[in-house]
């Protein structure tokens, strides 16, 4: 799988300002077409629609359970047809020591799929090849969020 299939090509530039149906749309597409294992850090402030995409890319990618916040227990598994899925909430975190007794490492090295919101409060536990999303809101409109996706992918080639 190459970058350009995960990440349509104005999304790096920020040139999306995308509704919550176009944002629930995107992420349904992206979670079609991704291979585990992979990582995909969702970053935003507070109500940006971390949990939104989330939503949409497990339904994308099989999830038929109801994907809720994980901000309470950290992290929710699902299953779905091509691996399960681990969507972390870190919101709520000490400290990266915490991440240990979540089986951190277990669950970034898993065969799965793992979505990580506030994922800045892992620190240097957080896997360097992951796919990064940010979303931020748009001074003005409320009812869109700038979409930035794929681009502080580092080393990463694109290619899996
Ligand atoms: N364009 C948009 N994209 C996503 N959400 C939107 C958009 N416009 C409005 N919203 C609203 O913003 C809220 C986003 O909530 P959501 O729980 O997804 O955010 P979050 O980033 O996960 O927040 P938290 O930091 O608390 O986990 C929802 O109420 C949603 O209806
Ligand atoms: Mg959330």
């Given at each position: 799988m190459t970058r350009?299939?995960?990440v349509p090509p104005l999304a790096a530039a920020g040139k999306l300002a995308l509704t919550e149906a176009e944002l629930v749309d995107w992420g349904t597409r992206l979670g079609r077409q991704i291979t585990p294992p992979l990582v995909i850090t969702l970053d935003g402030d507070l109500g940006a629609g971390k949990t939104t995409l989330a939503r949409a890319i497990c339904r994308g990618y099989g999830v038929t359970e109801e994907v809720t916040s994980p901000t309470f227990a950290l992290v929710h598994v699902y299953d779905a047809?091509?691996?399960p899925v681990h969507h972390a909430d870190l919101y709520r975190l000490e400290g990266p020591k915490d991440l240990q007794n979540l089986g951190w490492d277990d669950l970034v090295q898993a065969d799965a799929l793992m979505l990580i919101e506030?994922?800045?409060?892992?620190?240097?536990?957080?896997p360097p090849d992951h796919l990064p999303i940010q979303l931020r809101y748009l001074d003005g409109d409320p009812t869109r969020r700038v979409l930035y996706a794929g681009g502080h992918l580092g080393h990463h080639t694109g290619d899996r």
């Amino acid at each position: 799988m190459t970058r350009s299939d995960l990440v349509p090509p104005l999304a790096a530039a920020g040139k999306l300002a995308l509704t919550e149906a176009e944002l629930v749309d995107w992420g349904t597409r992206l979670g079609r077409q991704i291979t585990p294992p992979l990582v995909i850090t969702l970053d935003g402030d507070l109500g940006a629609g971390k949990t939104t995409l989330a939503r949409a890319i497990c339904r994308g990618y099989g999830v038929t359970e109801e994907v809720t916040s994980p901000t309470f227990a950290l992290v929710h598994v699902y299953d779905a047809a091509r691996s399960p899925v681990h969507h972390a909430d870190l919101y709520r975190l000490e400290g990266p020591k915490d991440l240990q007794n979540l089986g951190w490492d277990d669950l970034v090295q898993a065969d799965a799929l793992m979505l990580i919101e506030w994922p800045d409060r892992a620190g240097e536990l957080l896997p360097p090849d992951h796919l990064p999303i940010q979303l931020r809101y748009l001074d003005g409109d409320p009812t869109r969020r700038v979409l930035y996706a794929g681009g502080h992918l580092g080393h990463h080639t694109g290619d899996r």
